[in-house]
Structure formats: structure tokens, C-alpha cells
């Protein structure tokens, strides 16, 4: 490994636990974590169809999460429900609930602006290069 791929890789690490840190900070007040608002996002981004544990578990940010625990948590909360598929019994169905679609709405700005502040020092130029370098070595 060079030592600009080792420097590269621990300021990743580094920018990664602030920006984590920073997002999980705002998320506590309204009793959701991270790995749970990210699952929201998912239910939300579904606009009203089913998603199932492996689709929502593909699509998460951190895929090192259990995800049935982390639905099991949000259906406690009545955050998301779980109907059994008609068609498949041992299929579940996920869905976010109104309840749900309510704290996402008020987290969200929150956590955009949380967002901004960790992303602050550079400018939206700079992001979109950023972002397209991140997106080569991410695939």
C-alpha cells in the first residue's frame, strides 16, 4: 500500500466517524438511530409499496446492520409495520407508517443541515468532484 493510499483510506475513516458521529447526535433527541433512520429513508423511498428485509438490507448504508433487528425496533415504535405477504406467508411485507412519515419529516431537515455543516469547507464544485471520486473507487 502507498502512503497516500494509506493516508487516503485513514482521512475516509476519519471523515466518516465525524460525519456519523455528528448525524447520530442530531437523530438521538427523537429516540432513532442512525442504521434506523436510514431504513426509514429506504421504507419512504418505497412511495407506498412493499419492500422486503433483503431489499431494505441491500440498500443500507451500513449492510454490517441486523436488519430484522433494526425493523423489529422501528415496528415497536410504530414506525414501520410488517403485514405477511398474501401470496407468500413466509414472506413479510415492510411498510414505513404514517407515524413514521411524520418524524421523517421533521428529522430530515435536521439532518440536512447537519449535513451542510460536515460538508461546509467546500463548495458544491468541489462536492460533485468529490462525490464522482468516491463513486469510481466505491464500484
Do not use: W
Request: net charge positive; charged share 30%; hydrophobic share 35%.
Amino acid at each position: 500500500m502507498s502512503e497516500n493510499s494509506k493516508n487516503l483510506v485513514i482521512a475516509l475513516i476519519k471523515y466518516n466517524c465525524k460525519v456519523n458521529e455528528s448525524v447520530s447526535k442530531a437523530l438521538k433527541p427523537f429516540g432513532v438511530s442512525f442504521q434506523q433512520f436510514n431504513v426509514l429513508r429506504i421504507l419512504r423511498g418505497q412511495n407506498g409499496v412493499a419492500a422486503n428485509l433483503s431489499t431494505v438490507h441491500e440498500r443500507m448504508v451500513n449492510r454490517t446492520s441486523n436488519t430484522t433487528r433494526i425493523i423489529d425496533k422501528l415496528s415497536d415504535k410504530n414506525l414501520v409495520k410488517r403485514n405477511i405477504c398474501k401470496e407468500n406467508r413466509r414472506k413479510i411485507e415492510l411498510f414505513i407508517t404514517n407515524e413514521g412519515l411524520k418524524l421523517l419529516s421533521v428529522i430530515d431537515t435536521i439532518v440536512e443541515k447537519t449535513e451542510d455543516k460536515a460538508t461546509q469547507k467546500l463548495n458544491e464544485k468541489e462536492k460533485e468532484k468529490l462525490i464522482a471520486l468516491l463513486n469510481q473507487i466505491n464500484d
